[in-house]
């Protein structure tokens, strides 16, 4: 069994700061998987320290003497990515000068880290099942069976079991390569291991530059734990660096801090946890659309009860209003600045509202130009859902300082999608 001073000699071996039971307990699956050569499956968001664990299961293994090779599998081409795994042989496709050894070559004897694992095309797919299953291979190019023997340690950020469902990942690949489960916890799960871990960078930071460390008063750590930190260990650290640099006075408080915290209202759906790794909610870009349809029918409907029990009623009154105040406490704009003739009742009428309400129709008439401003209402709706797509992206890349892998995350799509996006609406 192993026990804590062992998991604090691994934290202290490979700088893994915090004291959090669940982080405890991935290190502790981590020790446990290392003396054995099963695939191990690391789950966990983005920035949130995956890789850290591949080299704890690495240097804790009998294979410690042999290559350690960590890949990001999302940031090589589709084209290239099966030489660049398995190599290839001279003139097998264009520019290929000379033969080449790939990673699993190069690697035999020793583990590889396959990063970002879901973003592998389902042919390259494939070609590593059969290695995992048979140890066997075949350069690009060649049709000669090569064999190694290489320990597979694998990380995702996305939702592999829902990957499988839209055909974009193989279900035997999912199940081989999820022989050992480690789910990495997120910032916002590990409590007080936000203060610590923003101590240590601050501390990094005035040690380097030669200046007097940051200091949180209570209030101030009590607003950071708080904080949801959509990305992780990456922003943390940003934020205490930032905070290091521009701070003049070195004792921060609350009001201080929550100046380098961008606000909650500004944040966008990303992915939610829900305990374990296999239950991460994956905001894909369909989904993201969906719940901006399901936004607009909500409102849609809203309008429609608001008209139809107006009509009725002979006009708008104040007892109407009242019962629909919701659909325009998050107004800006679009209201006249009439009151209603009802003084008991604050609530401005809207435009569309009050012009139809005034209008010389007959009764018959006023339905139906209602009828017909709520389908163009629709129809208006409908086709600005790629505007709110792009707007989505901008506000994104903005709150990340244009870091496409951070802005990715936050929305919940892969980083490859984000990119074809930003193509896509010409997205300088």
């Known amino acids: 069994?192993?026990?804590?001073?062992?998991?604090?000699?691994?934290?202290?071996?490979?700088?893994?700061?915090?004291?959090?039971?669940?982080?405890?307990?991935?290190?502790?699956?981590?020790?446990?998987?290392?003396?054995?050569?099963?695939?191990?499956?690391?789950?966990?968001?983005?920035?949130?320290?995956?890789?850290?664990?591949?080299?704890?299961?690495?240097?804790?293994?009998?294979?410690?003497?042999?290559?350690?090779?960590?890949?990001?599998c999302g940031a090589i081409p589709e084209g290239t990515i099966d030489?660049?795994?398995?190599?290839?042989?001279?003139?097998?496709?264009?520019?290929?000068h000379e033969a080449r050894k790939g990673y699993f070559e190069v690697t035999d004897g020793g583990s590889i880290f396959l990063d970002e694992?879901?973003?592998?095309?389902?042919g390259t797919q494939a070609r590593l099942l059969r290695v995992l299953e048979n140890g066997?291979?075949?350069?690009?190019?060649?049709?000669?069976?090569?064999?190694?023997?290489?320990?597979?340690?694998?990380?995702?950020?996305?939702?592999?079991?829902?990957?499988?469902?839209?055909?974009?990942?193989?279900?035997?690949?999912?199940?081989?390569?999820?022989?050992?489960?480690?789910?990495?916890?997120?910032?916002?799960?590990?409590?007080e291991d936000v203060v610590l871990l923003f101590r240590k960078f601050t501390g990094d930071f005035s040690e380097k530059y030669h200046v007097r460390p940051i200091s949180l008063n209570s209030e101030a750590q009590v607003l950071l734990m708080r904080y949801a930190f959509p990305g992780n260990i990456r922003?943390?650290?940003?934020?205490?660096?930032q905070i290091s640099l521009l701070e003049e006075t070195r004792d921060v408080n609350a009001q201080t801090l929550a100046k380098y915290l961008p606000a909650d209202s500004s944040r966008l759906p990303m992915a939610l946890n829900h305990g374990s790794g296999s239950e991460n909610i994956d905001f894909s870009e369909r989904d993201i659309?969906?719940?901006?349809?399901?936004?607009?029918?909500?409102?849609?409907?809203?309008?429609?009860?608001?008209?139809?029990?107006?009509?009725q009623s002979g006009g708008i009154n104040s007892n109407i209003?009242?019962?629909?105040?919701?659909?325009?406490?998050?107004?800006?704009?679009?209201?006249?600045?009439?009151?209603?003739?009802?003084?008991?009742?604050?609530?401005?009428?809207p435009l569309v509202l009050e012009s139809q309400k005034n209008a010389s129709h007959n009764n018959d008439d006023y339905e139906e130009d209602v009828i017909e401003d709520i389908i163009h209402e629709e129809d208006d709706n409908s086709l600005s859902l790629e505007k709110k797509e792009k707007e989505m992206i901008l506000r994104a890349l903005r709150k990340h300082n244009n870091k496409r892998k951070y802005a990715a995350g936050d929305l919940g799509i892969s980083e490859r999608t984000l990119y074809r996006k930003i193509k896509q609406y010409e997205i300088e």
Do not use: C
């Open 117 to 122: 694992i879901g973003e592998l095309p389902l």
């Open 235 to 241: 922003q943390l650290k940003n934020i205490a660096e």
């Open 289 to 311: 659309l969906y719940k901006v349809l399901f936004d607009m029918k909500k409102d849609m409907n809203d309008l429609k009860k608001l008209v139809l029990e107006s009509y």
């Open 321 to 349: 209003m009242q019962k629909h105040q919701g659909l325009f406490e998050d107004l800006e704009t679009g209201y006249s600045q009439k009151e209603p003739t009802d003084s008991s009742s604050s609530y401005k009428v």
């Open 136 to 191: 066997e291979f075949i350069k690009v190019g060649s049709s000669k069976v090569l064999r190694t023997n290489v320990r597979v340690i694998t990380a995702t950020n996305v939702n592999l079991l829902k990957a499988v469902e839209k055909g974009r990942f193989r279900e035997d690949l999912y199940y081989r390569l999820n022989t050992v489960p480690i789910y990495v916890p997120p910032l916002r799960e590990r409590g």
């Open 1 to 72: 069994m192993i026990t804590p001073q062992e998991i604090q000699s691994v934290k202290q071996r490979f700088g893994i700061i915090g004291n959090s039971p669940l982080l405890n307990h991935a290190i502790q699956v981590a020790m446990q998987a290392s003396p054995t050569d099963m695939t191990v499956l690391i789950t966990g968001e983005s920035g949130s320290g995956k890789e850290s664990f591949s080299k704890i299961i690495h240097s804790l293994s009998l294979r410690k003497h042999g290559k350690f090779i960590a890949i990001n």
């Open 83 to 96: 030489s660049e795994l398995f190599g290839h042989e001279k003139g097998s496709f264009t520019g290929a």
